[in-house]
């Protein structure tokens, strides 16, 4: 079972990027996905999660506004970032399959290797 993210890197503030995520070797694909980060000497925080219809979609309040999750396809998600802070600098996991709350990163089984944002000043 794989989580392959792509689509960080160094962007100003104000910037945007787009995170991708495909999933490979999940006998299906019936679950929520979605992103977590953690920076340098911090927790990992939610982000942002999406259903596996797309039709039930939550953010953190942090992001609200500015970051869009979508699944084009079952096994893909992706993380639109808009406007985004230094302080967003840190690395993004892309998450599947949780058991309980969706915004516990404790609650997940299955976690991507992470992709690096950085947000320059």
């Known amino acids: 079972v794989q989580l392959v993210e792509s689509g960080g890197g160094l962007v100003q503030t104000g910037g945007s990027l787009r995170l991708s995520c495909v999933t490979s070797g999940l006998t299906d694909n019936n679950y929520p996905m979605g992103w977590f980060r953690q920076a340098p000497g911090k927790e990992r925080e939610f982000v942002a999660v999406?259903?596996?219809?797309?039709?039930?979609i939550f953010y953190d309040d942090s992001v609200k506004g500015r970051f869009t999750i979508s699944r084009p396809a079952k096994n893909t998600v992706y993380l639109q970032m808009n406007s985004l802070k230094p302080e967003e600098t840190a690395r993004y996991y892309c998450v599947a399959d949780p058991d309980g709350s969706w915004r516990n990163p404790n609650d997940y089984n299955v976690w991507g290797q992470g992709t690096q944002v950085t947000v320059s000043s």
């Open positions: 999406i259903s596996w219809s797309g039709a039930s």
